[in-house]
């Protein structure tokens, strides 16, 4: 009986989840019209951000101080970028809204590599969808985050601008974790092809960022 309610269950959902894609619940918002209070709001309630500081919030006046010290950065006008610690922060100048965060390590090895996309996953749970193996998103819509089956399901269907993204976390490397973590492979001078082969690492390192985002967000602030 109990499995029987289990499956029973799955089913239902299942059914309601294609019911909801499909009877155009999903269909995208156009966050574009939205007044940039509102959309301001909404995006930080997502609460996505590097260590205290969020999408969407305005700094607070510690964080504020902070920008002050450091901002020998180029900048888009009406926008101010400093670094604090290896965080990047991206405000608007007049309100000290922030509207992008990144952090970056040019030279990046497997362990550090492993590392950054762990801490991801532990932060923001599994991506919503992966390019190459160098790349990695966090999709957020309205709802909070963009599932990996219902981004796949609707672009299985061919519908993937109904999928209104608010904003996005993503990853990126040059490299993928198969190339950082690859092995050279020589056979030792001297010894036949029957031989034992020696297997040595390859020393390999990444330009890896991490950058948090909205584009209409972004877009709204910078007047584009």
Do not use: C
């Not at 959902?13 to 909404?42: H, N, R, W, Y």
């Not at 919503?128 to 309205?142: D, L, P, R, V």
């Not at 190339?179 to 390999?204: D, P, T």
């Amino acid at each position: 009986m109990k499995d029987y309610m289990s499956l029973s269950g799955k089913i239902v959902i299942s059914t309601l989840f294609f019911v909801l894609i499909f009877s155009g619940i999903g269909q995208a918002t156009d966050f574009s019209s939205m007044p940039k209070e509102e959309l301001q709001k909404q995006i930080a309630a997502l609460e996505l951000g590097l260590d205290n500081y969020i999408v969407g919030e305005r700094l607070t006046d510690v964080q504020l101080e902070i920008s002050g010290k450091d901002t020998d950065y180029k900048a888009y006008p009406g926008t101010v970028k400093f670094k604090d610690r290896d965080i990047f922060v991206i405000i608007d100048k007049e309100t000290n809204v922030v509207i992008a965060l990144y952090l970056r390590n040019k030279k990046a090895d497997e362990k550090e590599y492993k590392a950054m996309v762990g801490g991801l996953m532990m932060q923001f749970g599994e991506p919503t969808a992966m390019a190459h193996g160098k790349s990695i998103y966090w999709n957020y819509g309205q709802d909070g985050l963009i599932s990996e089956e219902l981004y796949r399901t609707v672009k299985d269907q061919g519908k993937l601008d109904s999928l209104a993204v608010l904003a996005t976390v993503k990853f990126s490397s040059t490299q993928s974790f198969e190339e950082l973590s690859a092995e050279k492979r020589e056979k030792k001078e001297g010894e036949s092809s029957e031989s034992v082969i020696k297997e040595e690492k390859i020393s390999v390192v990444s330009d890896n960022y991490v950058m948090i985002q909205s584009d209409v967000l972004s877009k709204k602030y910078m007047g584009k």
